[in-house]
C-alpha cells in the first residue's frame, strides 16, 4: 500500500483536492434496534465527561480533514487537554516578565507586534488558498493548533491584535498585566472549565462557572504578584510616569485594585462580545478598565 504521504487527488465537497491532506473518517456501522440504545447512552455519557470550553466546535468538522500526525500520536494530551497549545500560551507571561528585567523598552514591543500579525495574517492566507503549503503548515505547528483552526485563520492572529491594542494604547503595567491575564487567566479558565465544568452551572456559550472562578483567582494573583512583588523589586527600570499606578498617586489600595483586576479578568474570559475571540477581548476589555478604574482614582493635587 502506498504511503500515505503521497499525493493522490479527491474529490471533496465538489472541489479538487490533494489526497495527502485529508483523511476520510470510516463510515459508521448501522445500528439495530438492540445496540441503537447502548449507543445512545454512550453518547451521552461521553457528552457529560467532555468539557464545553471553547472549542467543542471541533467536533462538527467536516467528514473530510488534514491528517494532523501530532494529534494522532499524541491523542488526548493535544486533542482534548491542549497541553502544548496552553504551554506556549502561558509560557508567553513569562518571557514577558522576564524580558521586563532585563530593561526592554516595552514602546519596542508594539513594531515587533505588528510585523509578526502581518507575517502570520499573510501565511493564514496562502496556506487557505493553496492546500499544499496548509498540509506543511499544519505538518510544524499542527500540536499548537485546534481543529478547526485547520481551514479558518490562526487564533494567534487575535492575540496578537488584543496586545497591539493594549502596547500601543495604554501605559506599561496596564499593557503588561493585561498581557498576563490573557497568558494565564485564559489557561486557568480553559484548563478548570474542561476539567471542572460540567460540575458547575454554564454562565455563557461554552463558559462554565468552574472556568471564571479560575480566571478570576488568577486575575486576582496576577495583580497582587506585580504591583505588590516584581514591580517594586525591578522599579529601578520604569521611567517616569511610565507606570500609571502606585501606591502613592492612587487613592485605591493594591487589594481593592486586585479584586477589580480578577474580576474584569473573569468578564472579559466568561462573556462574548460580538463573538470575537477572547484572545482578543481579554487584553482589550483589561486594558479599558484597568485605565479607566486607576484614573478615576488617581489622586490629584
Known amino acids: 500500500m502506498e504511503d500515505t504521504e503521497n499525493i493522490s487527488i479527491l474529490k471533496v ?36 465527561d467532555d468539557d464545553d470550553d471553547d472549542d467543542d466546535d471541533d467536533v462538527h468538522l467536516p467528514v473530510t480533514e488534514i491528517h494532523l500526525k501530532s494529534h494522532e500520536w499524541f491523542g488526548d494530551f493535544i486533542t482534548k487537554h491542549e497541553i502544548p497549545r496552553k504551554v506556549f500560551h502561558s509560557s508567553i507571561g513569562f518571557i514577558t516578565l522576564y524580558l521586563y528585567t532585563r530593561g526592554v523598552n516595552y ?19 496562502i496556506r487557505l488558498h493553496w492546500p499544499f503549503f496548509n498540509y506543511l503548515y499544519c505538518r510544524v505547528v499542527g500540536a499548537l493548533m485546534r481543529k478547526k483552526e485547520i481551514h479558518s485563520y490562526n487564533g ?16 506599561k503595567d496596564v499593557a503588561l498585566i493585561s498581557l498576563c491575564l490573557l497568558s494565564w487567566s485564559d489557561t486557568a479558565a480553559s484548563t478548570f472549565g474542561r476539567k471542572f465544568g460540567h460540575l458547575t452551572p454554564k454562565i455563557a456559550k461554552h463558559k462554565s462557572l468552574a472556568g471564571t472562578i479560575a480566571a478570576f483567582c488568577v486575575g486576582v494573583f496576577t495583580c497582587v504578584g506585580f504591583y ?9 527600570l520604569n521611567i ?10 492612587s487613592n485605591i489600595s493594591l487589594t481593592t485594585l486586585s479584586w477589580l483586576c480578577g474580576f474584569v479578568a473573569a468578564l472579559s474570559e466568561g462573556i462574548d462580545v460580538f463573538n470575537w475571540d477572547d484572545n482578543f477581548t481579554i487584553p482589550v476589555l483589561s486594558s479599558i478598565f484597568l485605565h479607566s478604574v486607576i484614573t478615576v482614582f488617581k489622586k490629584r493635587n
Open 240 to 249: 517616569a510616569g511610565e507606570n500609571l499606578w502606585s501606591q502613592k498617586t
Open 13 to 48: 465537497n465538489g472541489a479538487e483536492r490533494e489526497g495527502s491532506l485529508y483523511q476520510r473518517k470510516p463510515a459508521t456501522p448501522r445500528s439495530t434496534p438492540g445496540t441503537r440504545g447502548k449507543q445512545v447512552s454512550q453518547g451521552s455519557s461521553k457528552a457529560h
Open 156 to 171: 494567534v492572529l487575535w492575540y496578537l491584535l488584543g496586545l497591539i491594542f493594549s502596547f500601543s494604547l495604554f501605559s
Open 228 to 236: 505588590g512583588v516584581f514591580e517594586p523589586r525591578y522599579s529601578y
Open 107 to 125: 514602546q519596542n514591543v508594539t513594531p515587533n507586534l505588528i510585523i509578526a500579525f502581518v507575517v502570520i495574517l499573510l501565511l493564514d492566507v
